[in-house]
């Protein structure tokens, strides 16, 4: 009589790598490491091919992870700053700017001045460029993973004052505590009264040596009297933002006006 021998199955060792596999994706899932678990397998494959070490494929996974944290969190951090957009370093014309101005700005790109809580200020006539200039180089700190907040000067004392109405003043001033950088777009540009600059001048008070403030202003000093609306308060304001400060003054001419000259230039011919 001849009996039948059934051979036992052989999907087992296929089986405890799919258990293994689900066992390891749960967990990596839990530990809250997407990149490693989305492309753990193809990377052990690809160790694998390419006789890799067990360090270098873990080094891989843990480059990957980090790479993908650092883009996610810069563009948390632009949508964060909330700056205007298409005014990038690349799309920026530093040939018209002075040399001095120009290298002022390259050494500014390595951000150690939000490091010191210095601030920035940048002078210069309407259409010199000054709006674009903070903005791209604020673009490029964002891309290194500092915070900063773009606004400006008119949307920030209407914001401050609805807060103060609303008994949120000093939990506003708070938030915007967070941010190494705090813009301030236009200062001077549309005169305020005086219950808006007190609050104004209240942000630049608590922020001093706190945080950096970069801003942009069409007025100089000497005409500050203006914006504050009395001597005192705009003394201590100067003084605020002078005392740790990098000025930079745009005279150059108006950007817009020199591109509708060459339009009407073209036209004409």
Not at 1 to 6: A, G, N, Q
Request: contains cysteine; glycine residues 4%; charged residues 25%.
């Amino acid at each position: 009589m001849t009996r039948t021998v059934t051979k036992p199955a052989a999907s087992k060792p296929a089986e405890k790598k799919s258990d293994v596999t689900s066992q390891l994706t749960e967990q990596l899932k839990e530990l809250r490491l997407p990149t490693i678990r989305d492309t753990f397998q193809e990377s052990a494959r690809r160790a694998a091919s390419e006789n890799l070490s067990h360090l270098a494929y873990l080094s891989d996974l843990a480059t990957m992870e980090c790479e993908s944290r650092r883009e996610g969190r810069i563009k948390r951090l632009m949508t964060k700053s909330q700056l205007p957009s298409g005014k990038t370093w690349d799309s920026f014309n530093f040939t018209r700017l002075p040399l001095n101005v120009a290298r002022q700005m390259e050494t500014l790109r390595d951000g150690s001045f939000l490091d010191r809580r210095e601030n920035i200020l940048i002078f210069g006539k309407p259409g010199s460029g000054k709006s674009h200039a903070l903005a791209a180089l604020s673009e490029q700190l964002i891309l290194q993973g500092r915070s900063l907040l773009f606004t400006t000067c008119g949307l920030l004392v209407q914001q401050l004052l609805i807060a103060k109405r609303d008994l949120r003043l000093p939990k506003l001033i708070k938030h915007m505590s967070s941010f190494e950088g705090l813009i301030i777009d236009d200062l001077g540009y549309v005169q305020q009264n005086r219950e808006e600059m007190e609050v104004l001048f209240t942000l630049l008070a608590e922020r001093y040596e706190r945080g950096s403030v970069l801003l942009t202003s069409n007025l100089a000093f000497s005409k500050w009297d203006q914006i504050f609306k009395d001597a005192m308060t705009t003394a201590a304001a100067i003084d605020r933002l002078v005392h740790h400060s990098v000025i930079i003054e745009l005279n150059v001419p108006s950007f817009r006006v020199e591109t509708a000259k060459k339009s009407k230039t073209k036209t004409s011919q």
